[in-house]
C-alpha cells in the first residue's frame, strides 16, 4: 500500500497553467504505474493520463492531450502533472493513483488514491 498527496492547485484564468504535484510514499514510485484522474461536482471520475513506472509510457486523454503532461521523479516519489492552457471545462477535483495494470483509464483498477486537490479555472 502506499499513501499519496496532491498539491498544486489553485484558481486561475483561461490560458493559465499550473503544475499539479502528487507525493508517492510507503513502497517504491517505480513500482506502480501511476495516473490522474478529475472529477466535476455531479459527474464521473474521469481519466486524465497514466504513467508507467519507468515513465517513459504514457496516455493521455484526448479532452487534455496536447496541453497536459504527466511525468515523474522517482528519486523524489513524486508524480507530476503539468496543466497549461487551461479551459473552464478542466475545473475539477484532480486525484492522483496508483496501481498495477498498465497505462489502466478505468478508475477501479487503481488501488491507492490521494485526497484530491482543487483546480478551478475562471473564463
Known amino acids: 500500500q502506499v499513501q499519496l498527496v496532491e498539491t498544486g492547485g489553485g484558481l486561475v484564468q483561461s490560458g493559465d497553467s499550473l503544475r499539479l504535484s502528487c507525493a508517492v510514499s510507503?513502497?517504491?514510485?517505480?513500482?506502480?504505474?501511476m495516473a490522474w484522474f478529475r472529477q466535476a461536482p455531479g459527474k464521473e471520475r474521469d481519466f486524465v493520463a497514466a504513467?508507467?513506472?519507468?515513465?517513459?509510457?504514457?496516455s493521455t486523454a484526448e479532452s487534455v492531450k496536447g496541453r497536459f503532461i504527466i511525468s515523474r521523479d522517482n528519486a523524489k516519489n513524486i508524480l507530476y502533472l503539468q496543466m497549461n492552457s487551461l479551459k473552464p471545462e478542466d475545473t475539477a477535483v484532480y486525484y492522483c493513483a496508483a496501481g498495477r495494470i498498465f497505462l489502466s483509464r478505468t478508475p477501479s483498477r487503481y488501488d491507492n488514491w490521494g485526497q484530491g486537490t482543487q483546480v478551478t479555472v475562471s473564463s
Open positions: 504513467l508507467s513506472g519507468s515513465g517513459g509510457s504514457t
Open positions: 510507503g513502497r517504491t514510485a517505480s513500482s506502480y504505474f
